[in-house]
């Protein structure tokens, strides 16, 4: 029987797994193992920390030959997890296991095993007579909202490093994707009076004012839903949106002065983000006036307050652009269709890099319990970035071939 070989990079993959980096605690850590890998082959990395300190990004520059700086390639990667809390697990989920050919626990698959195979490939990227440089980008906080990765996009051009092409290794079976929808969560906050029940005109219902909120919502949603714009490449084909958490009251007989919802919707290129951000702005300043004008004499107590809490832009790259162009060269699969979720892509694309996903492992994994990379997957994405090493280190007239 053929004895399969364990992929060459496995132990850096474990290695990083079994630091438990969910988003909630510390990535440091990682980033210090990572930080002294770097060292240890004479690459000088910039670490950023976060406002709290307990965070940091990490931006690593394998310069060219001729010492360039500026250009080449960036992979990116987030260094946080997602909790586990309350999901069953068949193995500890910080503690790596192979089971039938897959390798299981947090973070394998989303997404710790693109940027192990690119630290376990860094001798050889260190040795290579590279004619464009390499670049690591290692965020933090991705599962949150992509917040590190709003930094570490303007970290990377005050650092002049001005990329021409990003790979986000999130799990796509190592597929080329070219485009996801924009992610964008909103919290309105409506403040109205108290009262008790038997004396509702001396208050103004918050809970009431709210409900009109979330059904100017829905109607929103349907407006897309059957008026468009569509972009067929996308499961579901247009820009969605829907409230999902509504709190507020504090008694059945009293006048609800306070209720708070989270909405979100996200949004194909076609429809605006700051667009609809600034309708539903609109839906609010006339909601406030409406409750302003239940009690005018008390219209300074009442407001309804609309925040944003995270916004992740789309992505929206070309299918010949350079990034493609260079990814299906090196092996990737040809992008089929658009994606449903979000990455730190957009934020890249952003900038005017050139931007795909393509990493190993399947999205149905990331964020289950159980979650696994195929150890194939690990395989093919070592073969990936070794065809990137080649690409780059190669004479320009075989380059261009
Ligand atoms: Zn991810």
Redesign the pocket.
């Known amino acids: 029987m053929e004895q399969t070989q364990p992929p060459a990079s496995l132990s850096w993959v474990e290695r990083l797994v079994e630091i438990d980096t969910t988003s909630r605690d510390s990535n440091l850590p990682l980033i210090e193992v990572v930080a002294a890998h770097l060292r240890d082959h004479g690459i000088d990395p910039q670490l950023f920390p976060d406002e709290s300190g307990r965070k940091a990004n990490l931006v690593a520059t394998i310069p060219a030959a001729d010492g360039a700086r500026s250009g080449g390639v960036v992979l990116s990667g987030?260094t946080d997890v997602v909790p586990v809390d309350g999901q069953q697990w068949t193995s500890d989920p910080f503690t790596p296991t192979i089971r039938d050919g897959r390798l299981y626990g947090r973070g394998t698959c989303?997404?710790k095993a693109f940027t192990a195979v690119a630290l376990h490939l860094l001798p050889r990227m260190v040795e290579a007579d590279l004619r464009a440089p390499l670049h690591l980008a290692l965020s933090y906080d991705?599962?949150v909202g992509c917040l590190g990765g709003a930094h570490i996009v303007k970290q990377i051009a005050d650092l002049g490093l001005a990329p021409e092409v990003c790979v986000v290794g999130?799990p796509t079976s190592m597929r080329v994707v070219t485009a996801h929808k924009s992610i964008n969560l909103l919290e309105v906050t409506f403040t109205g009076i108290a009262a008790h029940s038997s004396l509702t005109p001396q208050g103004v219902n918050a809970i009431e004012h709210a409900a009109r909120f979330i059904t100017e919502v829905r109607g929103m949603a349907d407006a897309w839903r059957t008026g468009g714009p569509f972009d067929p490449a996308y499961p579901v084909p247009h820009t969605t949106t829907s409230v999902n958490l509504v709190s507020g009251g504090i008694a059945g007989n009293t006048v609800a002065d306070r209720c708070v919802v989270q909405l979100e919707f996200r949004s194909i290129a076609a429809d605006d983000p700051a667009e609809v951000v600034e309708s539903l702005r609109s839906v609010a300043a006339r909601l406030e006036a409406e409750m302003k004008a239940e009690i005018p004499e008390r219209a300074d107590e009442v407001s309804v307050r609309l925040e944003v809490l995270a916004q992740v832009p789309g992505l929206d790259s070309s299918a010949d652009g350079p990034a493609t162009r260079l990814a299906l060269a090196l092996g990737a699969a040809e992008p089929e269709g658009k994606v449903t979720y979000g990455t730190e892509a957009g934020q890249f694309a952003e900038t005017g890099i050139d931007t795909i996903v393509c990493g190993p492992g399947d999205i149905a994994q990331?964020h289950a319990a159980d979650e696994y990379v195929e150890l194939d997957q690990i395989v093919a994405c070592e073969q990936f970035l070794g065809a990137l090493i080649d690409h780059l280190s190669a004479t320009t007239a075989e380059a261009g071939r």
């Open positions: 987030h989303d997404m991705e599962e999130e990331a």
